[in-house]
């Protein structure tokens, strides 16, 4: 039986547990998208997972979808995440940057610019801005020849995280953001190369991955989708179908993982891990919802057939989670009213377990 606790070997990194800390929004970078001391000692922390993925980061300007959020876009913003890599190197850790592309999930008062979109077609309800939520705008569409462009963003942005020294790259292709966008039959009614057919709505998800891979190698490139989530309206149709095709255009790859969120039917996520002949990372629990990854559901996944295993809210308030799931100690639950607020409380405030004296 594979333990959550075994070595793993992804791309040209040895892990030293399946346990991978998932991407999380903490909206407190500084002005100008650059990360902080406080982000480097916040992931520092954490260093004992087996793999370290950021909170999503912009790969352009008109990318970013919340306020508060970095960026790997800038000369500065590369300088800005040195220290955080090398802070989590130092504590032994290793590192990705999630590259977030929002698309339409974004507004003008927080980037100055339009959202773009695979269609002209809003957010239902409101988005995040620097003044509080705002009704989402209508999205630019993207004109045909536009379209290559945004998906050689992700590759940019994954050279400079390489030369920020992180050991590798996520793109954010779930959640509803633009990746997950393209990949939308509601989100998504275009009828040119990018749009209809399984075949036209997978194209922008394997055209930005490939690029990324051409940039910094399969082994350093990684993709998150949540099949069938539904998030900020971005519907999917034949979602088995789907995510097979893309998964099999993106197999020739050699991709370091695919990282796949509980968000459909068990019997169809290990249909993907049987279809998946790569590294898979799999998230348990719906996102958002009001459960915690726990070591139970750790272990289903593990005897499913997932590689690693990814843990969100409970890395929140347990910096020393990897320890706690290894002894059975209690998981510190985490106070969802500084998630999003700034500054280090809520942040860098928890402590690792104490024993009795």
Do not use: C
């Amino acid at each position: 039986m594979t333990s959550l606790f075994d070595r793993y070997r992804l791309g040209a990194l040895t892990l030293p547990n399946r346990v991978v800390m998932a991407p999380m929004t903490r909206v407190r970078a500084a002005a100008g998208g650059l990360a902080t001391p406080s982000m480097a000692a916040y992931y520092a922390q954490r260093a004992t997972a087996g793999l370290i993925v950021t909170e999503g980061v912009q790969p352009s300007l008109v990318g970013q979808s919340n306020p508060g959020t970095p960026g790997l876009h800038t000369d500065e913003q590369v300088a800005s995440w040195r220290p955080v890599t090398d802070a989590v190197h130092t504590n032994g850790g290793r590192i990705f940057a999630q590259i977030m592309h929002g698309g339409r999930v974004s507004h003008p008062d927080t980037t100055g610019m339009r959202p773009v979109a695979p269609s002209a077609v809003a957010v239902p309800g409101e988005v995040f801005t620097p003044a509080g939520p705002r009704p989402a705008p209508v999205p630019k569409a993207l004109e045909t020849a536009e379209v290559p462009e945004h998906a050689l963003s992700y590759a940019r942005a994954a050279r400079r995280a390489v030369d920020a020294g992180f050991d590798g790259v996520e793109l954010h292709g779930a959640n509803g953001y633009l990746i997950a966008q393209f990949l939308s039959s509601s989100a998504n009614l275009r009828t040119d190369a990018y749009g209809g057919s399984i075949a036209g709505r997978i194209r922008f998800a394997v055209e930005a991955v490939s690029a990324a891979v051409e940039a910094v190698g399969g082994d350093r490139t990684g993709i998150r989708l949540s099949p069938g989530a539904g998030f900020w309206g971005a519907e999917e149709t034949d979602v088995p179908e789907l995510y097979g095709a893309l998964l099999a255009e993106l197999a020739p790859l050699n991709l370091a993982y695919v990282h796949i969120e509980a968000t459909t039917d068990e019997d169809v996520l290990v249909e993907l891990r049987k279809a998946w002949p790569g590294t898979l990372v799999v998230n348990p629990v719906f996102p958002m919802g009001p459960q915690q990854t726990d070591k139970a559901a750790a272990d289903h996944w593990l005897g499913l057939g997932a590689d690693l295993i990814s843990f969100g809210r409970a890395f929140i308030a347990n910096p020393d989670l990897v320890e706690r799931l290894r002894q059975g100690l209690p998981i510190a639950p985490d106070d969802q009213s500084t998630w999003y607020q700034g500054g280090d409380a809520g942040y860098l405030t928890y402590p690792a377990y104490r024993h009795a004296a």
